[in-house]
C-alpha cells in the first residue's frame, strides 16, 4: 500500500498521546518538559504531513506547513531554554524538581 | 509494499518505542537519551515528506541544542538517587491513562471521518503573490525564498517576530536563570 | 324629598363628634388636669375620691377595699381602688366638654332620625314616604376600585328597614350617653369613653346605613373594634376568679376573636355571592330573575351553593349575635362599664346580626329552606340554652347577658319561621321592643351597682349581697319592674306582642317543635327574670307580697342614683310599653305584610288554647318565682339543692355554663395550638431549612470545590484534556446516534 496523509496523521495523533503521558504523569519536572517536547513534533509532523499531501489549497504550494513547523521548533527551543532555566532556578531555592512539591497558588 | 513505505513503518516503530521508553523510564538520564533518539526518527520522517531543510534543522536544534540543554539541567538538578526514583510517576498516573488514550482514539476518529483525498503528488504549480514566480529547485531554496523573499509571497513577518521571541526568552533565561 | 337626601348627615355626626373629642377636647383635658397636693389621711384620700359623687353623704363606714394613690400620665394625685379604673376627683372643662359633645351631637342625629320616622311612615304632612326601594345616598358614595369585571364602591342608602333600625341605634345611644355622663362621673377616661361611644354609634349606623355587602363588612369591623375598646375600658382592672369573672382585657380580646371566628364564614359567604354574580350590593342581588346580578338569575340551577353562602353569611351573624356556638363572648363583656353592656351588648351591635339577616332576607328566601331552617334552630337551641343557664347564674349582669343571649335566639327564630308574607317583620319587631327593655335593663342594673358601690365601697355585683332594695331605689325598682313584665311577655307590655307573634308564627307554619323551644324558653325567661327582681329589689317580708323590699343582704346604705341616671331609665320604660302598639311595624317594613293585629292576639291569649299557653307559661314562671324567692330564704333552697345529687349535679352543670367554655380551653389549647405547632414545625424545617440550605449548600459547595484549585499544573491540564475527551466522546455520539 502506498503511504497516505492517514499514516501520518494516526502516527502523530500516537505521539501526541505519548507525550501528553509523559506530561500528565511524570513528577519531575524536566520529564515534563520532555513530554512536551515530544508533543511538539507530533504536531510538526502532522503539519509537515500536511504540506506533502497538498491537502490544503492554496498553502500547499506555500508549503505552509513546513513554515508552521520552522516557526514551531523555534519556540519550542525558546520555551525550552526558559522552562529549563525557571527549573534550576526552583531546584536552587527549594532543592527539589517535583512538580507535586510546587503548590504555593493552592487554596 | 513500496521502499518508502516499508521504510516508514521501520521508523515509525522506532519514533512509537523511543517515546514510550522516553516516558516510561526510571532513570530520567536514560529518558533523556530516549528522547535523542525520537529527536532523531523524526528527521527521518520529514525525509520522507521531501522536507529536507526541516530534517537537517530538527537534528541541529532538537537533538543538538534542546537535548544537550536538558541534559545540562538534568545534570544542574541531580537528585540523589538517579538510577531508581529520578523520573517517578505521579498520582494521576490512573487518571491520566485513559485520558490519553481517549484523546488519541478521538483524533483518530476525527481523521478516519474527514473526507481526504489520499494522493501522495506533490505537483507543485508556479504561486502567485506580487509577482509570478516560479517554483524553486529543491526545497532548502524553497524555505529561503518563502522566510525571505521580497516580490513573491513570503512569511517575512512572522520570521522577523521570531527573532525577536528568541531574543526575549535569551533575556528571560538569562535574567531567570542568575544566581543571585 | 330634601329630608331623607341629607340623611348621611346622621351617619358623619357620631364620626365628627368622635373626631373632636380626640383631637380636641379630649386633649384639653389632658393637658388641663389639675396637680392636687397629695393627701395624707386614709379619710383625707377617701373624701376626695368620693367628693363628686352627687353630693351624697356618707355614714361611717368599714371599708375592706384597699386604695392605692398612684399619680396620673400628668403628675396629677389619683386615687384607686386597687382594681379599678383611675378616678378624678373633679372631671376638667375638657372631660365635661367631651360628654355634652357627644350627648348634643347624637341628639341632633337621634331627633333628625325620630323626624325620618315620621316622615316616611306618612305622619308628616306635606313629606312623602320613601319610594319602596328606598333611596341611595349617593352624596356620600365613592367608587373605591373600578375594574372592568366588577367594582367596588363605598355605597349607602336608606330604607324602611334602615330607619327603624337607625331610629334604634340613636335613641339608645342618646339615652345611653347621658347616662354615662352620670355613671361616669369620676373616670379619669371620661374623654374616652365619650370618643369610643361616638365611634361605635358611627360604626353601628354605618352597618344601618349600608347598601352592599363590602361596606357593611366594614361597619361590622369597626364594631367589633369599638365593642373591643369599650370592653377593656378598665384596662387595669384584674381578674377576680373568685367570682369566676375575667379582667376586662381578656374579655375584650376573648369578644373579638369570636367575632372575628364568625366573621371568616362571613367572608367566604360574600365571596361566593361576588363570585357567582358579580356585586356586592344588596338591592342587586336580591332583584328578580331579570336582573343579571340577581341571585335569582346566578344561582337558579345551583341552589345548594347559594344555601350554604346563606348559611355562611349567617355564620357572622353568630358569631356578633353571640349565637352558638360563639356565644362565649357575651357573658365575659359584662366586664366592660355598665352603659357599654346596655348600649352595646343589649340593644344594639348584637343586633347587627339580626339586621344583617333582615337586610339580605331576600337572598335567604331564594336559597331554599335550609337556610332559614339553620336560622331558626341555630335561634331557638340557643334561646333554650341560654334560658336554661340563666335560671341560676348569681352574678345579676350575667342574668342579663343569657337574657339577651336567650332574646336574640327568639329574634332568629322570628327571622326562620317568618315566611315571605311577614318578611323581616317579626324579628325586627322583636329587636325593636328587645332595644328598649333590655336597655333598661341594663341600665337600671347600672343604677343598682352604682348605689351599691358607693353603699358597700367595693364593686358588689352578686345578687346574694342584694336586697330589698326597693325600698332605697324606688324608681330603679320601678321601672326595672317594667321591663321585667315585658321581657317575659307579660300582656298589654311590648314584649309580649312581639314574642307572640314570633310563638304563634311558629305554630303556625308547623314547626311544632320550634314553637315547644319557644314556649319553654318563655317560660324559663319569666322565671328569671322575676327571680333577679325579687332577689335584688324584693325579698322575703317585703311590701305587696315581697315584691317591694325586704331584708337587705348588703352592708352600708345604698341611694337612689342622681337624676341624669334615672331619667333614662323613665324614658325607657315609657318605651317599653308604648313600643309594642306600633302595628303598622310589618307592613311598614315590608309592604304588604299583615299588621299587628291587637285584639285578634288579645282574644286568642284567652280564648284559644294555643295561645293561652304562652302566657300560661309565663305566669306559670313568674309564680314559681314568686313562691320560691319570697317564701324561702335564699340559704334553704341552696342547702335543698345541694342536699339531693341529682339536683345538685343538674345545679353545677348548669351553673358552669355546661362546662363549654372549658371545653373551648381545650379544644384551642391542642387541636389549634396543635395545629399551629405543626405549622411552625413546617415554617423551621422546611421553609427555613430551604433558605438556610440553600446558604449552607453555597457554602459547603465553595468549602469543598476549593480543593480543585491544587497549585500544581498537571492537576489544571487533567483538567483541560478531560474536558477535551468529555467533548470527543460528545461528538463522536452525536456523529453516530443522533440523525
Known amino acids: 500500500m502506498g503511504l497516505t496523509l492517514n499514516h501520518f496523521l494516526v502516527l502523530g495523533a500516537l505521539l501526541f498521546c505519548i507525550g501528553l503521558y509523559g506530561a500528565l504523569a511524570k513528577r519531575n519536572a524536566i520529564a515534563v518538559l520532555m513530554g512536551i517536547e515530544i508533543m511538539l513534533n507530533a504536531v510538526n509532523i502532522t503539519m509537515v504531513g500536511f504540506s506533502f499531501f497538498n491537502q490544503v489549497r492554496p498553502y500547499s504550494t506555500f508549503l505552509t506547513g513546513q513554515i508552521f513547523a520552522i516557526f514551531i521548533i523555534t519556540v519550542a527551543a525558546a520555551e525550552a531554554a526558559v522552562a529549563l532555566a525557571m527549573i534550576i532556578a526552583i531546584y536552587r531555592r527549594r532543592s527539589t524538581v517535583d512538580v507535586g512539591e510546587i503548590d504555593m497558588m493552592k487554596w | 509494499m513500496d521502499l518508502a513505505t516499508l521504510i516508514f513503518w521501520i521508523i515509525a516503530f522506532v519514533l512509537v518505542g523511543s517515546a514510550l521508553l522516553g516516558v516510561i523510564q526510571r532513570n530520567i538520564v536514560h529518558s533523556a537519551l530516549a528522547l535523542i533518539l525520537f529527536f532523531a526518527m523524526a528527521s527521518g520522517i520529514y525525509l520522507l515528506l521531501n522536507a529536507e531543510f526541516i530534517a537537517i534543522v530538527q537534528i541541529l536544534i532538537y537533538a543538538g541544542a534542546v537535548a544537550v540543554l536538558i541534559l545540562f539541567a538534568l545534570m544542574l538538578t541531580r537528585t540523589s538517587n538517579i538510577q531508581v526514583n529520578s523520573n517517578p510517576n505521579g498520582k494521576l498516573r490512573w487518571l491520566a491513562l485513559p485520558i490519553c488514550a481517549l484523546v488519541a482514539a478521538g483524533i483518530i476518529f476525527a481523521t478516519s471521518i474527514s473526507p481526504l483525498v489520499t494522493t501522495a503528488t506533490s505537483n507543485l504549480v508556479p504561486y502567485g503573490g506580487k509577482g509570478v514566480c516560479a517554483i524553486p529547485p529543491n526545497n532548502v531554496i524553497y524555505i529561503g525564498e518563502l522566510l525571505y523573499s521580497p516580490t513573491c509571497y513570503s512569511y517575512v513577518l512572522p520570521f522577523e517576530i ?6 526575549v526568552a535569551i533575556m528571560g533565561a538569562i535574567v531567570i536563570g542568575r544566581e543571585d | 324629598m330634601a329630608l331623607y337626601e341629607y340623611s348621611w348627615l346622621i351617619l358623619l355626626a357620631p364620626l365628627f363628634a368622635f373626631a373632636v373629642i380626640v383631637f380636641g377636647t379630649r386633649f384639653w383635658d389632658l393637658l388641663s388636669r389639675p396637680r392636687v397636693a397629695a393627701a395624707t389621711t386614709h379619710a383625707e384620700v377617701h373624701a376626695v375620691a368620693e367628693h363628686g359623687a352627687g353630693g351624697e353623704t356618707h355614714a361611717e363606714h368599714e371599708s375592706d377595699v384597699e386604695l392605692i394613690e398612684t399619680t396620673g400620665p400628668h403628675g396629677e394625685k389619683i386615687i384607686l381602688e386597687n382594681d379599678e379604673d383611675p378616678k378624678v376627683p373633679q372631671l376638667t372643662p375638657g372631660a365635661r366638654w367631651s360628654g355634652y359633645l357627644g350627648v348634643i351631637i347624637i341628639a341632633l342625629a337621634c331627633l333628625y332620625s325620630w323626624l325620618i320616622l315620621l316622615a316616611s311612615a306618612g305622619a308628616l304632612p306635606g313629606v312623602p314616604p320613601l319610594p319602596p326601594g328606598g333611596i341611595n345616598l349617593s ?39 347621658f347616662y354615662s355622663q352620670g355613671y361616669m362621673e369620676n373616670s379619669a377616661g371620661y374623654a374616652r369613653f365619650f370618643a369610643y361611644l361616638s365611634l361605635f354609634a358611627f360604626s353601628m349606623l354605618m352597618i344601618v ?34 367570682e369566676d369573672r375575667l379582667s376586662p382585657a381578656s374579655a375584650s380580646i376573648e369578644a373579638f376573636i369570636a367575632n372575628r371566628v364568625g366573621d371568616v364564614g362571613f367572608l367566604i359567604g360574600i365571596m361566593i355571592l361576588f363570585v357567582n354574580t358579580g356585586t356586592f350590593n344588596f338591592a342587586d342581588l336580591a332583584g328578580p330573575a331579570s336582573n343579571p346580578f340577581s341571585v335569582a338569575h346566578n344561582f337558579a340551577n345551583n341552589q345548594a351553593l347559594l344555601t350554604i353562602a346563606m348559611i355562611l353569611v349567617f355564620c357572622g351573624a353568630i358569631g356578633k349575635s353571640a349565637q352558638i356556638p360563639l356565644q362565649v363572648w357575651l357573658p365575659p363583656a359584662m366586664e366592660g362599664p355598665t352603659p357599654v353592656s346596655a348600649l352595646i351588648h343589649a340593644a344594639t351591635m348584637v343586633a347587627a346580626g339580626v339586621y344583617m339577616v333582615a337586610v339580605t332576607f331576600p337572598l335567604f328566601a331564594t336559597a331554599g329552606p335550609a337556610a332559614f331552617g339553620v336560622v331558626a334552630w341555630i335561634g331557638g337551641i340557643t334561646a333554650l340554652f341560654a334560658a336554661t343557664i340563666g335560671l341560676v347564674q348569681r352574678d345579676f349582669k350575667r342574668v342579663l347577658a343569657f337574657s339577651t343571649i336567650s332574646q336574640l335566639g327568639y329574634m332568629f327564630v322570628g327571622l326562620g319561621v317568618a315566611g315571605p308574607l311577614y318578611g323581616p317583620g317579626p324579628g325586627m319587631f322583636h329587636l325593636f321592643t ?43 325598682a320601678i321601672t326595672w319592674l317594667i321591663a321585667t313584665l315585658s321581657i317575659s311577655g307579660f300582656p298589654f307590655f311590648a314584649g309580649f306582642y312581639s314574642k307572640d307573634t314570633i310563638i304563634s308564627l311558629a305554630f303556625n307554619q308547623g ?17 328569671y327574670m322575676l327571680r333577679a327582681y325579687i332577689l335584688a329589689f324584693g325579698g322575703k317580708g317585703g311590701g305587696f307580697g315581697g315584691l317591694w323590699g325586704g331584708t337587705y343582704r348588703g352592708t352600708g346604705e345604698p341611694h337612689e342614683s342622681p337624676i341624669t341616671i334615672t331619667l333614662p331609665l323613665i324614658l325607657l320604660a315609657i318605651a317599653s310599653i308604648v313600643a309594642g ?12 305584610a299583615p299588621n299587628l293585629d291587637i285584639p285578634m292576639i288579645l282574644n286568642d291569649a284567652v280564648a284559644t288554647p294555643v295561645g293561652a299557653l304562652s302566657v300560661i307559661l309565663a305566669l306559670a314562671g313568674f309564680v314559681w318565682a314568686y313562691i320560691l324567692y319570697t317564701r324561702f330564704e335564699l340559704a334553704s333552697i341552696d342547702a335543698f339543692v345541694q342536699s339531693h345529687a341529682v339536683l345538685r349535679a343538674l345545679h353545677r352543670i348548669v351553673l358552669n355554663k355546661f362546662y363549654v367554655d372549658e371545653f373551648y380551653d381545650l379544644l384551642i389549647r391542642y387541636v389549634v395550638l396543635g395545629i399551629s405547632h405543626i405549622e411552625q414545625a413546617f415554617d423551621t424545617y422546611v421553609v427555613d431549612g430551604l433558605v438556610n440550605g440553600t446558604a449552607r449548600l453555597v457554602v459547603t459547595l465553595g468549602r469543598d470545590l476549593r480543593y480543585i484549585e491544587t497549585g500544581r499544573v498537571q492537576t489544571y ?9 468529555v467533548l470527543i466522546i460528545f461528538v463522536f455520539v452525536l456523529v453516530n446516534f443522533v440523525k
Open chain 3, 434 to 476: 328587645h332595644a328598649f327593655f333590655k336597655a333598661l335593663l341594663f341600665l337600671g342594673a347600672g343604677s343598682v351597682l352604682y348605689a351599691l358601690h358607693h353603699a358597700m365601697h367595693r364593686e358588689v355585683q352578686d345578687m346574694r349581697l342584694m336586697g330589698g332594695l326597693a325600698k332605697y331605689m324606688p324608681i330603679t
Open chain 3, 139 to 177: 352624596a356620600i358614595s365613592y367608587t373605591w376600585l373600578q375594574q372592568s369585571t366588577a367594582s367596588y364602591v363605598i355605597d349607602f342608602r336608606l330604607n324602611n328597614l334602615a330607619i327603624a333600625m337607625m331610629v334604634v341605634v340613636t335613641t339608645i345611644s342618646l339615652l345611653v350617653q
Open chain 3, 511 to 527: 314547626d311544632y317543635a320550634l314553637w315547644a323551644i319557644t314556649l319553654l324558653t318563655a317560660g324559663f325567661t319569666a322565671f
Open chain 3, 717 to 725: 491540564m487533567v483538567g483541560i484534556f478531560g474536558g477535551i475527551v
Open chain 3, 209 to 242: 346605613f349600608a347598601a352592599n355587602f363590602l361596606v357593611i363588612f366594614i361597619g361590622w369591623e369597626l364594631v367589633g373594634l369599638s365593642s373591643y375598646l369599650l370592653i377593656g375600658f378598665w384596662i387595669n382592672k384584674k381578674a377576680k376568679p373568685a
Open chain 3, 581 to 592: 302598639y306600633w302595628t303598622g311595624f310589618f307592613s311598614y317594613i315590608q309592604p304588604g
Open chain 2, 162 to 167: 521570531a527573532s525577536v521571541v528568541l531574543l
